[in-house]
């Protein structure tokens, strides 16, 4: 009774504290809206209410803001559980998308199909990105097992992939795309909220939320690949079946976010390790720490993102790396010092 109350508190904070930050998400910006406002467009939109509002306010509020914010939580959380499996998986603390070559797949299969009509019309940028995402895993899985030197080789196989497909990508985008398509997707392969809108929520949410729950029902799984394969295989798990299960599950929800807003990076890195210090290493309350935890600070960033220079919007992924790279390298000391 005692622990079911505790985690029904848990969970209610957890709500209240992204509701909280989607609020703010909504509210913050160039022009500020009054939280109130924030309020009665819900109201209005959602439950059909008649509170009298500026259509502007509203319409800013409702068609910009608040996607924009519903997105970057949903890639936040995404990111964030990602890099919790695949730290696991691999038994590395540097394992992350970005790192692994993962989001550099995902971006060369979105510009392949963006640009250069990959699949004659019959994929779509979501699935460019996710068969970008799996061929650059795949490679640099292949990489990592032929060096044979143990978990740091996956490392130094993620950073040769990544080289190779953001290379990929430069040459696509320098060869085939016009002034104006360069542009543009430069400016998106940094991360870039600005053209989200509720169609991208459509296929973020499910996503987010179906990819979360496949890894959260993997948690004892990823509790006992801590200690090795043959360690989880002792245990009664399937270790093939849920590697690919759950590396595949990684793949599709870095290779939708991609998709939508670009390669971002130190989220599925930083994140995890943060969670770890406040809630510990089983996965029960480690996932979920690490989604509300990245939703939170992509919500954060993207706030700072649109207020930090008045009249510009900075690439997203700028204030991730800003605030990513400093949070990691006091990680590190921090574990270096409790060593």
């Known amino acids: 009774m005692g622990a079911c109350f505790t985690f029904t508190r848990a969970a209610l904070l957890a709500a209240g504290c992204l509701l909280f930050a989607l609020w703010l998400g909504a509210a913050v910006g160039e022009t500020?809206?009054?939280?109130?406002?924030?309020?009665?467009?819900?109201?209005?939109?959602?439950?059909?209410?008649?509170?009298?509002?500026?259509?502007?306010?509203?319409?800013?509020?409702?068609?910009?803001?608040?996607?924009?914010?519903?997105?970057?939580?949903?890639?936040?959380?995404?990111?964030?559980?990602?890099?919790?499996?695949?730290?696991?998986?691999?038994?590395?603390?540097?394992?992350?998308?970005?790192?692994?070559?993962?989001?550099?797949?995902?971006?060369?299969?979105?510009?392949?199909?963006?640009?250069?009509?990959?699949?004659?019309?019959?994929?779509?940028?979501?699935?460019?990105?996710?068969?970008?995402?799996?061929?650059?895993?795949?490679?640099?899985?292949?990489?990592?097992?032929?060096?044979?030197?143990?978990?740091?080789?996956?490392?130094?196989a993620g950073v040769a992939g990544s080289q190779l497909f953001n290379a990929l990508t430069s040459f696509i985008v320098t060869k085939a795309a016009n002034a104006?398509?360069?542009?543009?997707?430069?400016?998106?392969?940094?991360?870039?909220?600005?053209?989200?809108?509720?169609?991208?929520?459509?296929?973020?949410?499910?996503?987010?939320?179906?990819g979360f729950a496949v890894c959260l029902w993997h948690a004892r799984a990823l509790d006992a690949f801590t200690f090795g394969s043959q360690s989880a295989a002792s245990l009664g798990i399937p270790v093939r079946r849920v590697y690919i299960i759950l590396a595949g599950v990684s793949a599709l929800m870095t290779a939708i976010m991609v998709s939508i807003v670009g390669s971002i990076g130190f989220i599925g890195l930083v994140i995890p390790h943060a969670a770890r210090m406040?809630?510990?290493?089983?996965?029960?309350?480690?996932?979920?720490?690490?989604?509300?935890?990245?939703?939170?600070?992509?919500?954060?960033?993207?706030?700072?993102?649109?207020?930090?220079?008045?009249g510009q919007v900075l690439p997203i992924g700028v204030i991730t790396a800003l605030f990513g790279a400093p949070a990691f390298a006091l990680i590190l000391s921090q574990r270096r010092s409790a060593a």
Request: proline share 3%; hydrophobic share 60%; charged share 10%.
């Open 32 to 156: 500020s809206i009054p939280m109130d406002v924030v309020a009665k467009t819900v109201a209005n939109r959602l439950f059909h209410a008649t509170y009298s509002l500026d259509a502007i306010d509203e319409g800013i509020v409702w068609n910009y803001r608040l996607s924009r914010a519903v997105v970057a939580a949903c890639c936040g959380a995404s990111l964030a559980v990602s890099g919790v499996v695949l730290q696991s998986l691999l038994r590395n603390p540097l394992a992350d998308p970005y790192i692994l070559g993962i989001s550099a797949g995902a971006s060369t299969g979105a510009v392949g199909v963006a640009i250069l009509g990959f699949g004659a019309g019959m994929l779509t940028m979501p699935l460019g990105a996710f068969l970008g995402a799996l061929v650059a895993f795949a490679l640099v899985s292949l990489l990592a097992l032929r060096a044979g030197r143990g978990n740091s080789a996956i490392i130094l």
């Open 180 to 210: 104006e398509q360069a542009r543009g997707i430069m400016f998106w392969l940094l991360g870039n909220l600005s053209g989200v809108r509720w169609t991208d929520v459509s296929l973020a949410l499910p996503i987010a939320l179906a």
């Open 278 to 310: 406040i809630v510990g290493v089983r996965h029960g309350s480690l996932l979920p720490a690490a989604a509300l935890i990245g939703a939170i600070f992509m919500i954060a960033a993207d706030i700072v993102s649109r207020t930090i220079i008045a």
